[in-house]
């Protein structure tokens, strides 16, 4: 296996910084050519010095000549600016992008990588419940792979190895159900911000560690397989799994069903995504089955947990809605982090801006782009108010 050179675009998140722990275990196998960041200029900066990339990018224009000036003696080329994530996507010098920014800003890079050739790994829900049919048509008229970083969605991907010619039934997406399983609203009503951030299973960054203690990220993982996988919403099912230990599971036509198994660590998938095909041996915690001695399975509360209803019927609906859905849904979870709405009232948000916001069933990017202008536009005024 030759050296493989990696862009990780969001670097310095979590899914970024475990990326570079896999890359700095087997510096034989990957080389960090392309890091970028959009406000943690000081990580980015340590990053670049020890992983001597090719390009950095800060996002934030107003602290370029901070990054220039610190890595002024060496030899990393440095850009800022939205434009510059996208001219640096459609560089030659890499082979595999990691797609990490967080939430919509990641989907022009993605699609910047693709049109250019690249094969993406992708740990940006968010790209494909905004525009997941054009994204993926890019992929298949360039002939190239999107790999899923997400756990859930690797594990589909492993269980789909080696078997392309068998139909899928449905995918069985698992959830842990966050830190408020069981919940009712009268015990939601009063959750704050310090308490949602606190998962049971998984260290994961601020926005999609709140969308898991709403359902929120389960539902736009139910579009993502979607457009991941080719399949129909009614193949796509949720269920509750406390443990977090399978991970996501494919049921085929004749019943069978696989399974894809092990601890809650997002550095496995991560591995698997930049190597593929080819699996990395690694000193990783194995997964004991003495110590999980039972495994626990439950339907997910949406009633309660309504965030999760809404998505389903964004996915239903298709169109431009799950692009509404996803955009209010930022801005919601954005006012929550900043202890400007409630929990429940991040719901509200995301209900009113998918009632408000005109249907468009088969929208072309710019209508994507445009909708998504609308929604967060609206669900701002809403927050305001």
């Known amino acids: 296996m030759s050296q493989k050179r990696i862009a990780i675009f969001g670097s310095t998140g979590s899914i970024g910084t475990q990326a570079l722990e896999v890359i700095a275990a087997n510096p034989e196998k990957f080389s960090a050519e392309v890091l970028t960041a959009q406000t943690n200029d000081e990580l980015l900066v340590q990053q670049a010095i020890k992983f001597n990339p090719n390009v950095v990018v800060i996002g934030d224009e107003k602290k370029y000549f901070k990054v220039k000036e610190a890595l002024a003696g060496t030899d990393v080329k440095v850009f800022a600016g939205e434009k510059?994530?996208?001219?640096?996507?459609?560089?030659?010098?890499?082979?595999?992008?990691?797609?990490?920014?967080?939430?919509?800003?990641?989907?022009?890079?993605?699609?910047?990588?693709?049109?250019?050739?690249k094969a993406v790994a992708l740990a940006n829900k968010e790209t494909l419940v905004v525009a997941g049919d054009i994204v993926m048509k890019k992929a298949m008229e360039k002939r190239v792979p999107v790999i899923p970083v997400d756990s859930e969605h690797s594990a589909i991907f492993q269980c789909l190895v080696g078997e392309?010619?068998?139909?899928?039934?449905?995918?069985?997406?698992?959830?842990?159900?966050?830190?408020?399983?069981?919940?009712?609203?009268?015990?939601?009503?009063?959750?704050?911000?310090?308490?949602?951030?606190?998962?049971?299973?998984?260290?994961?960054?601020?926005?999609?560690?709140?969308?898991?203690?709403?359902?929120?990220?389960?539902?736009?993982?139910?579009?993502?397989?979607?457009?991941?996988?080719?399949?129909?919403?009614?193949?796509?099912?949720?269920?509750?799994?406390?443990?977090?230990?399978?991970?996501?599971?494919?049921?085929?036509?004749?019943?069978?069903?696989?399974?894809?198994?092990?601890?809650?660590d997002m550095k496995l998938p991560i591995q698997y995504a930049l190597g593929f095909p080819n699996r990395i041996a690694n000193n990783s915690p194995r997964l004991n089955f003495r110590t999980f001695s039972t495994l626990n399975f439950e339907e997910p509360d949406i009633k309660t947990f309504r965030n999760l209803g809404l998505a389903i019927e964004a996915l239903n609906k298709g169109g431009n809605m799950p692009s509404i859905l996803n955009a209010a849904n930022e801005i919601a979870v954005y006012a929550f982090l900043r202890n400007r709405i409630g929990f429940l009232d991040m719901t509200e948000v995301v209900e009113q801006t998918m009632n408000k916001i005109p249907f468009i069933e088969t929208p072309t990017l710019d209508e994507y782009f445009d909708s998504d202008g609308e929604a967060r536009s609206f669900a701002a005024s809403l927050i305001q108010m």
């Open 164 to 264: 392309t010619r068998n139909r899928i039934e449905k995918v069985i997406l698992t959830a842990s159900g966050g830190p408020f399983r069981g919940k009712k609203p009268n015990f939601l009503v009063n959750v704050k911000r310090d308490h949602a951030l606190q998962h049971p299973n998984w260290t994961m960054g601020a926005k999609i560690t709140i969308d898991s203690a709403t359902l929120m990220n389960k539902g736009l993982e139910m579009i993502e397989a979607k457009w991941l996988f080719n399949l129909a919403p009614d193949q796509i099912q949720v269920v509750i799994h406390p443990q977090s230990i399978i991970h996501s599971m494919v049921q085929f036509e004749d019943g069978s069903i696989k399974a894809q198994m092990g601890l809650p």
């Open 84 to 117: 510059a994530l996208e001219e640096v996507a459609a560089m030659d010098c890499y082979d595999l992008m990691l797609a990490a920014i967080v939430g919509y800003a990641g989907l022009k890079p993605t699609l910047e990588a693709l049109e250019t050739g």
